[in-house]
């Protein structure tokens, strides 16, 4: 049987807006060795992007001295992004998971950051505690391109 | 900055063309320039034309909706036109089709606002 292929990276940067656009491209540059599915890769552009703007704004504050850490994983098909801050934390996951439930309204927030990561990816897990930060963990079976190869 | 924001005027309509990606962090310059835009006394609808916007995330929704919001306290309308199936899926998602009318390209998108003038 052949070897699981697996592979890694880490990345820490701090919370600076202009770095939402860095982390999403990071990760979809590093995905791109499975040569995954256009769809796909806008999928975890996007679900990356909420994350990391989350932290930015709810976690963080808009404090740009925060730092944000993501580690993206492989294991075969199946890829596995986690996001952590080390900021204010949720107080209310499930309230904070409702769509278009916003804690910040007056900022022009949809509230749908959340209900865009679970229908984008496979599993999305939240761990929260006030005072010490929030890592999201997302997971997604890549779409086998391997039906079109097999075509031409 | 990777968003290019263009503003028109067609009559009474601002018609505002996105260029690149609407996240967080460039949703600022856009909420900025249109506001700006709908001060003047001639504006009284609003039309986003998103051809060339190729990545949009929640944030994007967000500006959406603000704007959306201003306009109608206007007593506007608000339209979209050529919006990329990625951003449609978001949109979709959302609910923002209830209450915005999207359309294939500007011109349609310019006189749907000019009927309910």
């Known amino acids: 049987m ?16 202009e770095n939402e656009s860095f982390a999403r491209v990071a990760v979809a540059a590093f995905l791109s060795q499975l040569d995954p599915t256009i769809e796909d890769l ?12 989350n932290s930015v704004i709810h976690g963080y504050e808009e404090n740009p001295e925060g730092v944000i850490l993501i580690r993206t994983e492989i294991e075969g098909t199946k890829i596995c992004v986690q996001i952590t801050d080390y900021g204010l934390g949720i107080e209310d996951v499930t309230e904070a998971r409702q769509p278009l439930y916003t804690s910040k309204p007056e900022l022009e927030r949809s509230g749908m950051g959340f ?25 997604k079976q890549l779409t086998p391109q391997s039906q079109q190869s097999l075509v031409n | ?70 306009v109608t306290q206007m007593g506007g309308k608000m339209t979209i036109c050529s919006v990329q199936p ?21 011109s349609s998108a310019v006189s749907a606002c000019g009927v309910a003038s």
């Open chain 1, 115 to 139: 209900t865009i990561m679970e229908n984008f990816m496979d599993e999305v897990m939240i761990h929260s505690k006030l005072g010490e930060g929030t890592t999201i963990q997302l997971v």
């Open chain 1, 2 to 17: 052949k070897p699981v292929h697996t592979n890694f990276m880490e990345l820490c940067f701090n919370a600076r807006s």
């Open chain 2, 86 to 106: 990625p951003i449609e899926r978001i949109m979709e998602m959302s609910g923002l089709f209830k209450i915005l009318q999207m359309f294939q390209d500007e």
């Open chain 2, 1 to 70: 900055m990777a968003l290019h924001l263009d503003v028109k005027r067609s009559k009474n309509v601002l018609v505002a063309r996105l260029d690149g990606e609407l996240d967080h962090h460039t949703a600022a310059h856009v909420r900025k320039v249109i506001e700006e835009e709908l001060n003047h006394e001639w504006v009284t609808h609003l039309v986003l034309n998103l051809e060339k916007l190729e990545f949009m995330d929640s944030s994007g929704l967000g500006v959406i909706l603000g704007r959306y919001k201003r």
């Open chain 1, 42 to 53: 806008t999928d975890i552009k996007t679900v990356v992007s909420e994350a990391v703007t």
